[in-house]
């Protein structure tokens, strides 16, 4: 099982950008399916997360501004970031937590990791 992330880059103050992130080797359409991110010296944190059936959280300092969304048929999560700021410079991760989980606490342990997508974003 592997899960592929694309789309980091550098930008600018108030850009935007989608990061993909794509599984083989497991149909991972009933997982929950989230988005990580760990700038220097800081702990990783979660950013986003979204259900199987389309019921999503964002951590607060994200809320508004990030999207994530999932297409299951082509076993990829996504992660719309628009208004981006330079505090948003990070590592993204993308991950998969696996059924059964409750949607205030799905991604919390995900059992499947990306391999990281730098973003970076410019004052």
């Known amino acids: 099982v592997q899960l592929q992330a694309s789309g980091g880059g550098l930008v600018q103050h108030g850009g935007s950008l989608t990061l993909s992130c794509t599984a083989s080797?497991?149909?991972?359409?009933?997982?929950?399916k989230g988005w990580f991110r760990q700038a220097p010296g800081k702990e990783r944190e979660e950013v986003a997360c979204i259900g199987m059936s389309g019921t999503a959280t964002y951590t607060d300092s994200v809320k508004g501004r990030f999207t994530i969304s999932r297409d299951n048929a082509k076993n990829t999560v996504y992660l719309k970031m628009d208004d981006l700021r330079p505090e948003d410079t990070a590592v993204y991760y993308c991950?998969?937590?696996?059924?059964?989980?409750?949607?205030?606490?799905?991604?919390?342990?995900?059992?499947?990791w990306g391999q990281g997508t730098q973003v970076t974003v410019s004052s």
């Open positions: 991950a998969a937590d696996p059924p059964p989980y409750a949607i205030p606490t799905m991604c919390e342990r995900p059992d499947y």
């Open positions: 080797g497991m149909n991972m359409g009933t997982f929950a």
